[in-house]
């Protein structure tokens, strides 16, 4: 085991809490902080008592980092992309539960953040700006479908 940093927690439970008090962590994000100081065997451990008490909900951190991704302007795409790389459920089957419960219109922030961007770039040719904001939102994990509407929208005002 290679140790950073040297660790002031004495069992993996205890690193775990600390870890935890500090931000949201899926269950493998957790697992591997606390075997890369502690082991395995230390780390099943720490889980297990964790989810028994309530501190550890993939469902729950799952729920979160959805609509804070949204909120910050991300599409289903890279969301999706991001939940897999968590180790959590990555279909996005109850995406509009989780915007409903939240109180996000993610359309209408998909919509501001489009226009926000054409203001932002002066770009007079519209085939030019038109391509600059597909590929930014693209990378950003949206449809191309939407932004092209949301575009045409705008550019046949």
């Given at each position: 085991m290679y140790n950073k940093r040297k660790i002031r927690s004495k069992t993996g439970l205890e690193y775990a809490t600390r870890v935890l008090a500090k931000k949201d962590y899926s269950e493998k994000e957790?697992?591997?902080?606390i075997e890369e100081h502690f082991g395995v065997d230390e780390a099943e451990e720490a889980i297990s008592k964790l989810k028994g008490?309530?501190?550890?909900?993939d469902n729950r951190y799952r729920?979160?980092?959805i609509a804070s991704?949204?909120?910050?302007g991300y599409g289903t795409?890279?969301?999706?992309?991001?939940?897999?790389e968590k180790g959590l459920d990555d279909s996005l089957e109850d995406l509009d539960e989780?915007?409903?419960k939240s109180h996000?219109?993610?359309h209408q922030i998909l919509k501001d953040d489009v226009l926000r961007f054409m203001e932002r770039k002066r770009i007079d040719d519209a085939y030019e700006l038109k391509q600059?904001?597909?590929?930014?939102f693209y990378r950003r994990g949206h449809s191309i479908d939407n932004v092209t509407r949301i575009i045409d929208e705008e550019l046949n005002k």
């Amino acid at each position: 085991m290679y140790n950073k940093r040297k660790i002031r927690s004495k069992t993996g439970l205890e690193y775990a809490t600390r870890v935890l008090a500090k931000k949201d962590y899926s269950e493998k994000e957790l697992r591997k902080k606390i075997e890369e100081h502690f082991g395995v065997d230390e780390a099943e451990e720490a889980i297990s008592k964790l989810k028994g008490y309530g501190y550890l909900d993939d469902n729950r951190y799952r729920e979160m980092y959805i609509a804070s991704r949204i909120r910050s302007g991300y599409g289903t795409y890279r969301i999706t992309n991001d939940l897999y790389e968590k180790g959590l459920d990555d279909s996005l089957e109850d995406l509009d539960e989780i915007c409903e419960k939240s109180h996000i219109d993610r359309h209408q922030i998909l919509k501001d953040d489009v226009l926000r961007f054409m203001e932002r770039k002066r770009i007079d040719d519209a085939y030019e700006l038109k391509q600059k904001c597909l590929a930014y939102f693209y990378r950003r994990g949206h449809s191309i479908d939407n932004v092209t509407r949301i575009i045409d929208e705008e550019l046949n005002k």
